[in-house]
């Protein structure tokens, strides 16, 4: 990769990670808020189920009140006949059982809606006498029904639950009999609240509530309207009702809840809950009212809980991602890393067949080099072979001529006798070219068995009028006489041609020239040493003999590609060529070479 690229990669992933931790933190919030928030809401509904029936409880403990009066024969007699006397009896009873109770007052109204009797008659406030025909409860009973009314009374404003039931005969009403109970006995059902609850009438007007100060706010605020028209009523009695200040913040549909919040109160009241603040209300309808019931729970540190979930999710989005690139920047690494690998080993794999075949060149070219020393060595040998050929074919011409003239002068003896010689000189000539081919031809250079002591007279042969010119007899000595060595003849027979050449060249006029061939074997190597008595090399000479080109001959002489070529060839049998000056004087070349085995087939 490269460094823009990295560049370039880095500018879009940190968007990337930021849209992530963005992403996780509103997945984080979300999922934990609307967790809290069930959990909030079931607790709600148990509190709201626990409150509701509380209440219940404590209202239907006075419901039977107002039911049971138009049972009493007396309550009857009153309504149908009435009487001072029976008034003032009734009286007394509705002040006993008032008292026994516990409840605001109780009275007796007449049809007409009239009080006729009531446990309250012998006080300041008593409303004995009073048409009391406008309040609903009333209007509930000529329809010959249950009456529930929340109000507050007229003449001591306190405030009340008014339960009535119609006192009938044979379906005619003769009145209505009415309980009132106080606030504060049915809020003391709720004295085990852990959160705030409060009660709403018809109106949407707090009548019950677990905080004081909420009582007679409205839940969402009056229109001028209705509010003009409930003071008529003397519903409230002409309360102000101010709106308790609830802010819904949404619905929770999945819950059938809302959120709402309520703001800090100016004068605090001391309460085992929060009173202010985010809350979630639940409310229920109360069974047999108007009334409903509200639950109001609050949200405490749910919310900061969320954040926190919402900064540990983000965080882990961004640990997550950041452990996912440091993943993905390793796997690129091992794949640079591997890619790398394969290239360089593809460059390996070149390169190695560029040596292959650049050895394979270098091969040929050395054989090609080898040949062309060879061909030197004939060139230089061309004279002594034409030597070589011109006498036996000038004996040929003489000899033929000769039979010829025997043949006519019918010495047939004589030109029996010619003709023989003919054909030994024939096949002199033909051994020698066939010699001559055999070292000129480019050899298979696979290692073979030679036969030492062979190729020793081959050179011999070939240089055996330069020899003989000079009158010099080389002496081979084989130890043992049948030892071969690991090469090729024909090349072994270019290495021995170049020394035995050189101690020719080396022995130039040296008075009584010697040159002597020897093989030995030692373990499994062979040494065949060339010696003369030549004037050996000087010491920077003996450095330099076997490097191409090295020459101390005159122009012409010698190319100075003889020792090197030499050492060349030995060097491919496993062998190698060294020199020596002799302590005696004169020059000693030593050919190690590889011993072949019996048992390998010998070569000529
Ligand atoms: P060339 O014969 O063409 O010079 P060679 O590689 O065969 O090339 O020989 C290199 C040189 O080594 C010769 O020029 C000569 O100086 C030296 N040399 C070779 N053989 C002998 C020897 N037997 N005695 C002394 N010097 C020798």
Redesign the pocket.
Known sequence: MTQRHAQRSLALLLPAILILALAMSFVGFKVSEDTSIARLAERGRQRLDLYETSLEREIDKYAFFPATLGLERDVVDLLVNGGEEQASRINNYLAELNKRAGSLSIYLLSSSGHVVATSNWNQPDSFLGEDLSYRPYFRDALAKQTGRFFGIGTTRSQPGYYLSSPILADERLLGVAVVKVSLEQLETSWSTVEAPVLVTDENGVVILASVPSWKFTTLTPLSEERRSELAQSLHYNARPLPPLGLQSQGNVSSEKAEIVQLVRPAAEEPHTFPIYGVFLAQSAPLKGTNWRLTVLSPFGDLRTMAWLNAALAAAGGVILCIASVALYLRRLRQWERLRAREALQRAHDELERKVEERTRTLKEAQEELVHAGKLAVIGQMSAGLAHELNQPLAALHTLSDNTVKFMQRGMLEEAGSNLALISDLVTHMGTLTSQLKSFARKSSGKPRPVNVRRSLENTLFFLNRRLSQRSIRPEINVEPADLSVLADSNRLEQILV?LV???L??TEGVEAPRIGLSARMDGDRVFIEVR?N????GEN?RER?FEPF????DSG????????ISAGIARDFGGSLSAANLTEGG?L?VLDLPLATASENVDA
């Open positions: 170049n050449a050189n101690a060249d080396a003369d030549g004037p050996g090399f000479e003999l090295f020459t101390t001959k002489g010698g190319l100075g590609l003889g020792l090197a020059a070349f």
